[in-house]
């Protein structure tokens, strides 16, 4: 790589890490300011429990909670924050007539869009590596709300009517994935009109993989039976609930909420699992390799907009332009790959955006005037 070349990545690079950070100290701050009385509130449970300074352990929730948060904040903003260093970098160089002293010396345009691109695309392959590798790791802590400052992961978790195959629905206090351990359990068994029938309650239970039910404690069913007179209550002892709510499918049925945050191999089991049946996990699949492509495509088709001849453009009128185009696509993009289209396969779907947006990138990149 030329001095020239080294030049442009460093000054793109640069303006993306400083863009970036400004944004997530403004984003952090914000909900920071919303959410002070929980922050307060847990600096000083952690504080008067370990005789510490309460600003210290304040700055520490702050960071302990918003720390991780880099990771899910750069996946979901690198494709316009990498627009808008983009703009700067090229803009910078106009001021400077660094473009005209390029055109001068016979080096074409086209050399700026190809570093750029060039760091674009290390950028969008650490996204994947940070959808793939960092995120995963990390699910636990991001999943947690401010109720949950200074304390660790999700651990455990609630069940709050899940539907198995026969039209049971179940509710749990709490379901240990781990160790397949469910605490305060409530099955209504719905008869089929869809009316609740009968009710299941018990303390805890276990799973027992090999008989595919949950091994009740403390449980009894209540329900009724037909009399001369009508329908009477009946209260009997129950030691098993056959089911396919499994410890495993009720996590995934609930790390659905947050696929964005899961590996692509953690996607496919919690799909064969059974957590979603309507594609929306294809979508995710999907979704990760075309929203990194339009991130690329969407930088091909911006830079031109700022890559004008003259010293006297306006560039401010070139930033309008620039953003009034990829907000929306990228917008868009994320509506693409999250609505399923009737009769539409997920991966058509989710690539029908690249699939628009690459002859356009094509067509602007060969009529850059240069």
Same mark, same amino acid.
């Given at each position: 790589m030329?001095?020239?070349?080294?030049h442009?990545?460093?000054?793109?690079? =640069?303006?993306?890490v400083?863009?970036?950070?400004?944004?997530?100290i403004?984003a952090i701050?914000i909900?920071?300011?919303?959410?002070f009385?929980?922050?307060?509130?847990a600096?000083e449970m952690?504080?008067e429990r370990? =005789?510490?300074w309460?600003?210290? /352990?304040?700055i520490?929730?702050?960071?302990?909670f918003?720390?991780p948060?880099?990771f899910q904040?750069?996946?979901?903003m690198?494709g316009?924050?990498g @627009?808008?260093?983009?703009g700067?970098t090229?803009?910078q160089?106009?001021?400077s007539?660094?473009?005209?002293a390029?055109m001068?010396a016979?080096?074409?345009l086209h050399?700026v869009v190809?570093?750029?691109?060039?760091?674009? /695309?290390?950028? /969008?392959?650490?996204?994947l590596?940070d959808? %793939?590798v960092?995120?995963?790791?990390?699910?636990?802590?991001?999943?947690r709300?401010h109720?949950?400052?200074l304390?660790? =992961?999700?651990? $455990?978790?609630?069940?709050?009517?899940?539907?198995d195959?026969?039209?049971?629905?179940?509710?749990?206090k709490s379901v240990?994935?781990?160790?397949?351990?469910?605490?305060?359990i409530?099955v209504?068994?719905r008869?089929? $009109?869809g009316?609740?029938?009968?009710?299941?309650t018990?303390?805890?239970?276990v799973?027992n993989?090999?008989? %595919?039910?949950w091994?009740?404690e403390?449980?009894q069913?209540l =329900?009724?039976?037909a009399?001369?007179?009508g329908?009477?209550? @009946?209260?009997e002892?129950i030691? !098993?609930?056959?089911?396919?709510?499994? &410890?495993?499918?009720?996590l995934?049925?609930?790390?659905?909420?947050f696929a964005?945050?899961?590996?692509?191999?953690?996607?496919?089991?919690?799909?064969? %699992?059974?957590?979603?049946?309507d594609?929306?996990?294809?979508? /995710?699949?999907?979704?990760?390799?075309?929203g990194a492509?339009?991130?690329? !495509? @969407?930088?091909a088709? @911006? $830079?031109?907009?700022f890559?004008?001849r003259?010293?006297?453009a306006?560039?401010?009128l070139?930033?309008v332009?620039?953003?009034s !185009? $990829?907000?929306p696509v990228l917008i868009?993009?994320?509506a693409?790959t999250?609505?399923?289209?009737t009769?539409v &396969? &997920?991966?058509v779907?989710?690539?029908?955006?690249v699939v628009?947006l690459? &002859?356009?990138a094509f067509?602007?990149l060969?009529?850059l005037?240069?």
């Open positions: 030329i001095l020239l070349d080294r442009i990545m460093a000054r793109f690079l =640069g303006n993306f400083l863009l970036f950070g400004l944004l997530f403004f701050s909900d920071v300011v919303v959410q009385d929980e922050f307060m509130k600096a952690v504080a370990d =005789g510490r309460y600003l210290v /352990v304040f520490e929730g702050v960071l302990e918003h720390g948060r880099i904040f750069y996946a979901f690198v316009l924050v @627009v808008a260093a983009a700067f090229i803009v160089m106009h001021r007539r660094e473009l005209v390029m001068a016979g080096i074409p050399r190809a570093v750029i691109m060039a760091g674009q /695309v290390f950028l /969008v392959l650490l996204q590596a959808q %793939e960092i995120l995963p790791r990390l699910a636990t802590r991001l999943a709300f109720d949950r400052i304390q660790p =992961g999700v651990e $455990t978790f609630e069940v709050s009517l899940a539907r195959v026969d039209g049971d629905l179940m509710y749990a240990d994935a781990n160790n397949g351990v469910a605490t305060t409530l209504l068994r008869g089929e $009109t009316v609740a029938e009968e009710r299941i018990a303390s805890s239970a799973w993989a090999e008989l %595919e039910a091994e009740l403390n449980a069913i =329900g009724t039976s009399a001369n007179e329908r009477v209550a @009946v209260r002892t030691d !098993l609930w056959e089911t396919d709510l499994s &410890p495993k499918k009720l995934a049925r609930r790390s659905a909420g964005q945050m899961l590996s692509i191999s953690q996607l496919r089991a919690m799909r064969d %699992e059974g957590a979603s049946n594609g929306g996990l294809d979508r /995710v699949i999907f979704g990760r390799f075309s492509m339009v991130n690329l !495509l @969407v930088m088709i @911006v $830079t031109p907009f890559l004008i003259t010293a006297s306006n560039m401010l070139q930033c332009k620039a953003s !185009l $990829t907000i868009g993009t994320l693409a999250s609505i399923s289209l009769g &396969p &997920p991966g779907g989710a690539f029908l955006p628009i690459l &002859p356009i067509g602007r060969a009529y005037k240069s």
